[in-house]
C-alpha cells in the first residue's frame, strides 16, 4: 500500500459546528504532517508528528486541534471554525523526519466553512 | 524569513518541446529540494527530489542542482499535453519542515 488516504472529500461546516478530518496511511512511515492549501497558493505546514509526538506546531490557532493515535493515523478536529478557514487539507507522511525524508500528500479534504 | 522563488508563469510550451522550471532558494544551509507537480483541483504529487549537486534523471525529468547558486530546476523533455499543471519547489529549511515556492503554471500546447 503506498498511498496518504483522506477523508471526507469534501466538508461543508458552520462556525459553530465541531468535525474531524482524518487521514491513514499503511506505509510504515512514523511521520505525519498537516498543511493548508489556500487556491493558488502553496502549501503551509501546519503541524509535524513524529513517533506518534507533536514536533510542530506552525503557532496554528487552537480551534485546530491535531491528534495522532497511532502511528499510521492522524486526525485534525476542527472547532468554532471562521470563513477564513475555508481550503484544501493536506496530510502527508514521510519515513522520518530528518531532511532527505521525502512526504508523500494524500488527496486533501476541501473545507468550506461557512 | 527563509524564502523559495520561482517564476510564476504562466510557462507555454509546444508539444515535444523541453519545458525548463527554475527556483531560487535563500537558505545556503538547504540540503534537501523536491519538485512536485499539482493538477489543478488535486493534491501534489513528488515527481523528483535531489541532494547533491549535479544532474539527477527520471525518464523524462531532470533535477539539476547548483548549491553555490542556490538554484535548483527541473527540465522535462518531450513535453505532453498531460504535464501541463502547476510545478512546485520545495526545499528543507530544517528537520522535517519544507518550504515550497508559489510555484509555476505550465501549459503544453499540442
Known amino acids: 500500500d503506498t498511498e496518504v488516504t483522506q477523508t471526507p472529500k469534501h466538508l461543508v461546516m458552520g462556525m459553530t459546528n465541531k468535525k474531524s478530518l482524518k487521514c491513514e496511511q499503511h506505509?510504515?512511515?512514523?511521520?505525519m504532517y498537516w498543511y493548508k492549501q489556500k487556491a493558488k497558493k502553496p502549501p503551509e505546514l501546519m503541524f509535524v508528528?513524529?513517533?506518534?509526538?507533536?514536533?510542530i506546531n506552525e503557532s496554528v490557532p487552537s480551534r485546530f486541534s491535531p491528534e495522532c493515535p497511532n502511528s499510521s493515523l492522524l486526525n485534525l478536529h476542527l472547532h468554532a471554525l471562521q470563513p477564513e478557514d475555508s481550503a484544501l487539507y493536506l496530510c502527508?507522511?514521510?519515513?522520518?523526519?530528518?531532511?532527505?525524508?521525502?512526504?508523500?500528500f494524500g488527496p486533501g479534504t476541501r473545507l468550506t466553512v461557512l | 524569513q527563509k524564502e523559495v522563488e520561482q517564476n510564476s508563469g504562466p510557462l507555454s510550451v509546444p508539444e515535444g518541446a523541453i519545458a525548463s522550471l527554475n527556483c531560487t532558494y535563500s537558505?545556503?544551509?538547504?540540503?534537501?529540494f523536491f519538485w512536485y507537480r499539482q493538477y489543478s483541483g488535486k493534491s501534489p504529487e513528488l515527481i523528483m527530489f535531489?541532494?547533491?549537486?549535479g544532474d539527477k534523471e527520471d525518464g523524462r525529468f531532470t533535477a539539476q542542482l547548483n548549491k553555490a547558486s542556490q538554484y535548483v530546476s527541473l527540465l522535462i523533455r518531450d513535453s505532453q499535453p498531460s504535464d501541463s499543471a502547476t510545478y512546485l519547489c520545495?526545499?528543507?529549511?530544517?528537520?522535517?519542515?519544507?518550504?515550497f515556492g508559489k510555484g509555476t503554471k505550465l501549459t503544453v500546447n499540442p
Open positions: 502527508a507522511s514521510s519515513f522520518g523526519t530528518s531532511g532527505g525524508n521525502e512526504q508523500f
Open positions: 506505509m510504515g512511515h512514523r511521520a
Open positions: 508528528y513524529s513517533y506518534e509526538k507533536l514536533s
Open positions: 537558505d545556503r544551509g538547504s540540503q534537501s
Open positions: 535531489i541532494y547533491s549537486n
Open positions: 520545495a526545499v528543507n529549511v530544517w528537520a522535517a519542515k519544507l518550504v
